[in-house]
């Protein structure tokens, strides 16, 4: 049985209100802790008091791109796993353009079926240690 990811969290940005809300309870039934915003914005204003494991970004967001929001999370939380989903080929340009300045991404076509996605996040979050347990007094 795997094990479950107790303490993880995960920061979801989609403009669309159904997918983000989908993946949040997704990813709450899979015991991460979750926070989702609506806008690569709001998500600036979570990640400046709450650090996530992983975000799981949109590419294609009005205002502020995926990619955008990728680059300055890694700036603040470098630890931070990212992995971007889009399912418009104009994400490629973003990619590129951000490959150029020496920021790569995982990404993840959408759509993409939630074992992919849970998948995706488990391995991505692998490299992180397991939280350690706490010896009580006797």
């Known amino acids: 049985m795997p094990r479950r990811p107790d ?12 997918v983000a809300d989908t993946l949040e309870r997704i990813f709450q039934l899979s015991g991460y802790e979750v926070r989702v915003a609506y806008s690569a914005e709001e998500g600036v204003e979570i990640i400046a008091s709450w650090e996530p494991h992983l975000a799981l970004l949109d590419v294609m967001l009005p205002g502020m791109n995926g990619v955008e929001l990728a680059v300055i999370l890694r700036d ?10 889009s399912g418009s080929e104009e994400a490629v340009h973003f ?4 490959a150029g300045k020496g920021h790569r991404f ?7 079926h939630p074992v992919e996605v849970l998948e995706m996040v ?10 350690l347990p706490v010896a009580l007094p006797n």
């Open 7 to 18: 303490g993880r969290r995960v920061l979801i940005v989609d403009d669309e209100h159904p």
């Open 76 to 85: 603040n939380h470098p630890d931070c796993q990212v992995l971007l989903f």
């Open 95 to 98: 990619l590129r353009e951000a």
């Open 106 to 112: 995982n990404i993840l076509a959408k759509p993409a």
């Open 122 to 131: 488990r391995r991505l979050l692998a490299s992180f240690p397991e939280a």
